[in-house]
């Protein structure tokens, strides 16, 4: 199994980004995915999880609204649109499937 993350960087607050996940060495079009997020001296957080038909999304409170998640099923990649990034959105974000993790691309919304 292998997930990659990449689209991480550093954004003003207010600004966005997208950040992606390619998947192989799993089922990918039959499996939900998730977003993590971990900040320092905190814990992983759940941010979003979609179904394997894209047809069901969950949010954590503190992002709905603001991102969204999806998925290209043909290209087996998972994505994680972030609008109006704040400040407390920074942190290393994780792709998940199962209990496989990546490696992580962080976001620094800061001015």
């Known amino acids: 199994v292998q997930l990659v993350e990449s689209g991480g960087g550093l954004v003003q607050p207010g600004g966005s980004l997208r950040l992606s996940c390619a998947a192989s060495g799993f089922p990918f079009s039959t499996s939900a995915m998730s977003w993590y997020r971990q900040s320092p001296g905190k814990e992983r957080e759940l941010v979003a999880t979609l179904t394997h038909t894209g047809d069901s999304r969950n949010y954590a409170d503190s992002v709905k609204g603001r991102f969204t998640i999806s998925r290209d099923n043909a290209k087996n990649t998972v994505y994680l649109q972030m609008n109006s990034l704040k400040p407390e959105d920074t942190a290393v974000y994780y792709c998940?499937?199962?209990?496989?993790w990546g490696q992580g691309t962080q976001v620094t919304v800061s001015s």
């Open positions: 998940s499937w199962a209990v496989w």
